[in-house]
T-cell receptor, first 112, second 111 residues
Framework: NAGVTQTPKFRVLKTGQSMTLLCAQD?????MYWYRQDPGMGLRLIHY???????AKGEVPDGYNVSRLKKQNFLLGLESAAPSQTSVYFC???????????FGQGTRLTVV | GENVEQHPSTLSVQEGDSAVIKCTYS??????FPWYKQELGKRPQLIID?????GEKKDQRIAVTLNKTAKHFSLHITETQPEDSAVYFC??????????FGAGTTVTVRA
């Protein structure tokens, strides 16, 4: 049982480049999330999804887009990367059983 | 939206002593309050949670208390051990999803 898996684990981008982060969960969870973690700021919600085909904005959505075409996958896109998007990105998922959110291993993104 | 404040930001304790982390939240509709532990370079992992119909919950050396009237909740770690050194995050939500996190507390247990 893999839980929540993110790819890639590390990435370096140049300013203006684009990329997609992939999150996959095998727990049949309804809800999926993308958070960014910056020093001293905790985990801030970028976008989330309450089900296949649905997405919604979180606290810090600007500069990011998401898609959830399949229940098990949640993609985070950066169309034109900026140095301010240098961060550690975590995907998470949770189900209706209310047992809390399970996190992926994180993606360390550096934009130069 | 929900705003969660967490204190202190850093906490150093002697091994064997207790550690207490406090969080306040703004949305009176919040009814789910989990705590996560994140070791260096690892993912956050759920260690304990509490719902608004319960005032206290214990799991071995950790416990969480909730005061809905004052809108604050706390994590208590007793008999701290070196492996308790980590960053701890509180969170709150009025649903079972869309958690809002505090900024985190770095706990260091001194041997």
């Amino acid at each position: 049982n893999a839980g929540v898996t993110q790819t890639p684990k590390f990435r370096v981008l140049k300013t203006g480049q684009s990329m997609t982060l992939l999150c996959a969960q095998d727990m049949n969870h309804e809800y999926m999330y993308w958070y960014r973690q910056d020093p001293g700021m905790g985990l801030r919600l970028i976008h989330y999804s309450v089900g296949e085909g649905t997405t919604a904005k979180g606290e810090v959505p600007d500069g990011y887009n998401v898609s959830r075409l399949k229940k098990q996958n949640f993609l985070l896109g950066l169309e034109s990367a900026a140095p301010s998007q240098t961060s550690v990105y975590f995907c998470a998922s949770s189900g209706r059983t209310g047992l809390g959110a399970f996190f992926g291993q994180g993606t360390r993104l550096t934009v130069v | 939206g929900e705003n969660v404040e967490q204190h202190p930001s850093t906490l150093s304790v002697q091994e064997g002593d207790s550690a207490v982390i406090k969080c306040t939240y703004s949305d009176s509709a919040s009814n789910y309050f989990p705590w996560y532990k994140q070791e260096l370079g690892k993912r956050p992992q759920l260690i304990i949670d509490i719902r608004s119909n319960v005032g206290e919950k214990k799991d071995q050396r950790i416990a969480v208390t909730l005061n809905k009237t004052a809108k604050h909740f706390s994590l208590h770690i007793t008999e701290t051990q070196p492996e308790d050194s980590a960053v701890y995050f509180c969170a709150a939500s009025p649903y079972d999803y869309k958690l809002s996190f505090g900024a985190g507390t770095t706990v260091t247990v001194r041997a």
